[in-house]
């Protein structure tokens, strides 16, 4: 068991350092740097940029040195905990990420909660009462669910959203609490704009999770153990829930470690859509403008997520199933 | 007329829906019903663009009001011993703007919308009164600005500016000469911050010096005549566009600096340690890009500044808040101190779509920039739900999509040899239907033809030149093309090569992202060009991707804005290969100008070395008039030659959709719109108030 975990743990760090490496490089594939696209920036605003002084800008950055020595370089300052400069943003990369996360972490974990909270009763009910009304709803809303793109709900939920209730458009604040500090009415200001972002962000998760956790359980409901724990008098909803239900849960627990990166970054898309201030489109522009430090920043951050939940998931795994417990330990 | 707009905006609206956006779902449902209705038999552009109007600058002292007054706020702290009186605040000799319509009431805050850090623009021309010189609200005459006056000396190498006495930064310290010579020796000539001189600052590739004659005059001397200096002083240039643009995102331009705030920046005034020490607990890696940081005014609050207001929540978070500058140095006719409106609240909008949505709700005061062309019928629409007024500003600059054909091309001899040919250009140019290309993508509101700016400004040679070489007339183009030995057609009719290596391909490169969607334009004009037998291949790239083609010289034919060319001299590279950086018509000839000859390759085609001549020769002319006779040579030779061809412009693509609160007073109709004029700010922002 010890050496399972130690050589998941190492398996792990080798991971993060390919991830930090091929972030580093897939971000400075495009052509270009940072400066022609700064250069390009201001002159889509009539200034002028000399070419030395592009070259000062790009020496200044340290952008004029191989790749891989400004690689080591960021390597370097990462493990002092300095991610670098957000060139676009004029702040530590820390800062501008840091000022999104929490955001960022609400609106999943809203969005999360409402998969699960949707997802698991529907999912054990359609199995249970297969092909009853109740499962042909659950399953039509599923497949919509899954069929319709995310942004495109986005999309009509906000225009609907103004046409009919004239409400804001995009964003987590009105515009009186977007600069307040933190008070219990901005709290409630977020709790007000908040369902929308979760809505959009959790049906796709929570069509896909119905349909899983319904095929998983209805295999889980022929099988002779739940036969004989019915014939011994169990009543019915202790048996399912205790029984097949938490075999039927494998899934739930193989995907947290997809969860975690989703968490910090939210749907770039959907994100991007809604006007939402999380991480998500901070990435999408990083890497329009080619700010190296703060894109690879966030790669990074999600590559440590994956593999963390990754970790995380396959733990689990061995705790609600024995029969990958006894895998492991072979 | 109003039958044929309503297929093609739906057309418009359809290929828009391919984007994720929010507005374009609210624009599927009646845009068509909305046009019928208000356009009728008319353009919807004639109902929306109203007269060309705006604040005027009182120049006669003795119609200066001798008592002043200030916003509420402001005279609390006054009371509370906390700021000094208005009459201490403001200079001697203030700038004394007289108000469109009527004297403003204090207070409110101005709602807008950006697009993050790097839209610094969105705010830097609300401010740019902090420009030495500016222009009147038509753009063609200079105005004072900071400096309260000017003179050229009779050789023209001299420029001396008088600056106002008693004028005060933002934090209560005076502004005077020394801040110009602070920027000048410690700034632009400190190799770390700035490595060449600038070419703003230089004539005929000469450096200009900057000396103090005394606390508020500043001198700028130059080896060799230089008439259009004065020009530069009052354009969006290095030198004369002002603190807040110039010292923005990384710059180190715009010839003064508050001195007293930047010195404890500078190694000179401490020690390199000290500086980068402090740079390094700041979380930079060193002292130049912790000063860079510093004096960005969209970064720093404790920055003093100029402008009308000044920054209180950074641009890099999520509202970019600014508040009144207690130290501006306008008033009124009344006396009352600019600005009317105590705040600007600009929010962030992840995305366009969400921008323009939100400016269709009603959530922004005024709004001209990220507003789209395409979304006009929505805005109408929503007018008065939303209680605001749409207001067009068509811009000066002839062609929102020109064909820049790269004269330097050489990678194909066979494509070279027709794109240097002036009658295969002519052709190409007459084979371009561009009434249709200006119904399909500029709702009409257009105007079509060469790329002479429009006849009001003074750089246009007139009218006919528009028209010229600039019609479509198939039937014309391709007697020319005959003419000139591109006879042999495929089965398809395509003309083919002469070297017998098939079809001839004229590559049209274009760049995603533009105002106008260029790739949808190539896409027709590739279409119309069927008619003369020209096969068009577009070529979408990225935008980063388009220009390091274009420095590698590999396009042929790129499509671009020529926005700039209204005012030639200050942004020449839309019209003439004379910019590096932007070499749109050829990178090698581009090079070889701005080197002197030192670089890059010379023009082959007689005529382009005319039109450089003749653009290089005027900053030696003594008047404007002289000036501008020379601009118009050089259009004349560039519709002739058609070296750039035009298509459609004189269009409010480019922050011309005006959104504005019905509660604003002060609102002209029109206000011109070009990059010189700093669009919104030659309307005095610092003017508008609320009326309720």
Redesign the interface.
Known sequence: MFAYLVRRLILAILTMWAVSVLSFVVIQLPPGDYITSYIAQMSSSGSFVSEQEANALRQQYGLDQPQYVQYIRWMKMVFQGNFGMALEYGRPVAEVIGDRIYLTMVVSVAAIIFTWCAALPIGVYSAVRQYSFGDYVATFVGFIGLAIPSFMLALILMYFGFTLFNANIGGLFSDEFAEASWSLAKLWDLTKHLPLPAVILGLAGTAQLIRIMRANLLDELGKPYVVTARARGLSESRLIIKYPVRVALNPFASTIGYLLPYVVSGSIIVSLVLSLPTVGPLLLKSLVAQDMFLAGTIVLLLGVMTVIGTFISDLLLMWIDPRIRFEGKQ | MAKQRTGVTRREFLQQTAL???AV??TGLAPTAALAAQAGEQKIGSQLIGKLEGPELVLDPAKWPKKFGEAPALAELVKAGKLPPVEKRIPEEPMVVKPLHSIGKYGGTW?RGFT???D??NG?RIVSTDKILFWDYTGTKIMPCLAKDWKVSDDGRVVVITLRKGHRWSDGQPFTADDFVFWYEDVYMNKDI???P???FMVNGKPGRLSKRDEYTVMFEFPEPNYLFVDILAG???MG?GQA??QH???SMGAYMPAHYIKQLLPKYSSRDEVDKRAKAA????W??YA??RW?WR?NPELPVLGPWKTV?PA????W?LERNPYYYGVDTEGKQLPYIDKI?M?????L??LN??A??G?YDLQERHTAMAKIPVFLENRSKGNYDVKLDPALNASDATLQINHAYDADPEIAKWLHNRDFRRALSLGIEREQLNETFWLGIGVAGSVIPSDSSPYSPGGEWRKKWSTYNPKQANELLDKIGLTKKDSEGYRLRTDGKGRLRIELQTSAGAFIPHTQVAEMIKEQWKKIGIQADTKEL????F??KIKGNEHQIAIWAND?TEALYL?P?HALPV????ALMGHPIADWFASNGKAGKAPKDPQMVKALDLFRSAGSKKTAQERYKIAQEIFKIIVEEQFSIGTVGQSPATMGVRIVSKKLGNIPARQVNA?HCRTPCSSHPATFFYKA
């Open positions: 994720a956006s929010g779902a609210l709602r993050g850090p790097g610094g623009e830097n700035q490595p060449t600038h070419p703003d969006s240039t290095a566009g643009t110039q995102f990384l710059r979380g930079f890696d060193g130049l890009s860079k940081n960005d970064l929540s890099n978070t999520p509202t808040g609240s929010g962030l909008a992840e995305n779509e969400v949505l939100r269709i709700a959530q990225e935008r980063n991707l220009f390091t700039g942004f590279r910019d590096p950086v932007e990059q």
